[in-house]
């Protein structure tokens, strides 16, 4: 079975610096989806970032990017030039590819504080 | 607009007292999911439906049902809600085979609190 896991519970970072979130899955599929997801105070579930399994290079969406390492089984989250409105819980999540396998996992989440 | 409605948002409730909690999407979607959410246990999967009449366990079924008899709604049951029941409550939607790229789509959310 699929497990994702979040070793950093919480974090905080200072206003318009760097931070980076952590996040290691196994699987022993080939084809798969790496997914971030945050959760503001409102409780919404908004996509961040997602990653194809098979594309090497990294995905950015501005502020956000991955360093997805394959053979690792890692795939963490950087946030550049964090703002105040980053702060949320984060939830990393795995997807494999089609079939009835095709079940989003979650890791436990991070719950990361921007300090002004 | 495309979106996942789920109601009620906030749900207090006795043991015992059956309730359904409502979720329908207007994307087509064949797959949709429901999730729970606990402090330090993240999300976790209930039951999921691949399209109308399958439907299948998660990681955490029991005490409740579901039901896929149409396309757009996936109603989750509790015929005995009990205490330990008390979560947040997450309905997903998306479209399946090669759309697999494609994020869930989530409803706002139920509170439900068993008392």
């Known amino acids: 079975a699929q497990t994702v896991t979040q070793s950093q519970p919480e974090m905080s970072v200072q206003e318009a610096e760097t931070v980076t979130l952590s996040c290691t899955y196994d699987?022993?599929?080939?084809?798969?989806?790496l997914f971030w997801y945050k959760q503001p105070p409102s409780r919404q579930m908004i996509l961040v970032i997602r990653?194809?399994?098979?594309?090497?290079q990294n995905a950015t969406e501005n502020r956000f990017s991955v360093n997805f390492q394959k053979a690792a089984k890692s795939f963490s989250l950087k946030i550049s030039d964090s703002q105040l409105g980053d702060t949320a819980m984060y939830f990393c999540?795995?997807?494999?590819?089609?079939?009835?396998?095709?079940?989003?996992?979650f890791g436990k989440g991070t719950k990361l504080s921007v300090k002004p | 607009e495309a979106q996942v409605t789920q109601n009620p948002r906030y749900l207090i409730t006795v043991t015992g007292k059956k309730l359904t909690v409502t979720c329908s999407q207007n994307?087509?979607?064949?797959?949709m999911s429901w999730y729970r959410q606990d402090p330090g246990l993240g999300l976790r999967q209930i039951y999921y439906?691949?399209?109308?009449?399958?439907?299948d366990k998660g990681d955490v079924p029991e005490g409740y049902k579901v039901s896929r008899k149409e396309k757009r709604n996936f109603p989750l049951i509790l015929e005995s809600p009990s205490p330990n029941q008390t979560s947040l409550y997450f309905c997903?939607?998306?479209?399946?085979?090669?759309?697999?790229?494609?994020?869930?789509?989530f409803g706002n959310g139920t509170r439900l609190t068993v008392t």
């Open positions: 997903a939607s998306s479209p399946v085979g090669g759309d697999f790229w494609s994020p869930l789509h």
């Open positions: 699987t022993s599929e080939n084809n798969y989806y």
């Open positions: 990653q194809e399994a098979y594309k090497q």
């Open positions: 999540a795995f997807r494999n590819y089609g079939g009835s396998q095709g079940n989003l996992i």
């Open positions: 994307m087509n979607h064949e797959y």
């Open positions: 439906s691949m399209n109308v009449e399958v439907t």
